[in-house]
């Protein structure tokens, strides 16, 4: 029997051992608890990491929609959204890998562009090793979590944040 890939990927990276970084791994568990409780489990899968990796890309497979989720300094919304591409100067690393650069990876391994790919980006500020997230980072998850609902759900959202 072959195993279904849920058709929507969220993929969340940060450090939960350093604040704000948080987010990302935090709306990823958030998330996955909401999706269990609507019985939208088939439908997404949710991912966590430090960082972005190269094996990334295997992620993509068989994907209708991605997201990338991510907390992000110097933000004067709560959170912004944006359509990615594929980006060979993305940026590749050892130690860091942009969303662009997993997708261009994708498309390098498969000879055809990747499946349709956003970036959320939330607001954060404070990065501090032992740390956790600060009150205006978490406010800012909640108000990201609404919008990335309504974008599990398949309803048309903005690809930018309310005032």
Do not use: C
């Not at 990491?49 to 933000?75: P, T, W």
């Not at 939330?122 to 108000?143: K, M, Q, T």
């Amino acid at each position: 029997m072959k195993n279904e890939v849920p058709p929507l990927l969220v993929l969340a990276w940060g450090n939960p051992s350093r604040g704000d970084d948080a987010l990302g791994p935090l709306l990823a568990e958030r998330l996955l608890d909401h999706a269990r409780t609507a019985g939208l489990s088939n439908r997404v899968e949710v991912l966590t990491d430090f960082q972005l990796q190269v094996e990334h890309a295997l992620d993509l497979v068989g994907r209708e929609r991605i997201l990338f989720v991510d907390a992000a300094l110097d933000l004067d919304e709560p959170f912004t959204v944006r359509a990615l591409q594929a980006a060979r100067g993305g940026g590749i690393g050892s130690h860091a890998l942009a969303p662009e650069a997993v997708l261009h990876v994708y498309q390098d391994l498969h000879g055809h562009p990747p499946p349709p790919a956003i970036l959320l980006a939330i607001r954060a500020s404070a990065f501090e090793l032992g740390a956790a997230p600060s009150v205006e980072a978490l406010a800012d998850l909640e108000r990201s979590f609404a919008w990335v609902w309504r974008w599990l759900q398949g309803e048309p959202v903005p690809e930018e944040a309310p005032a």
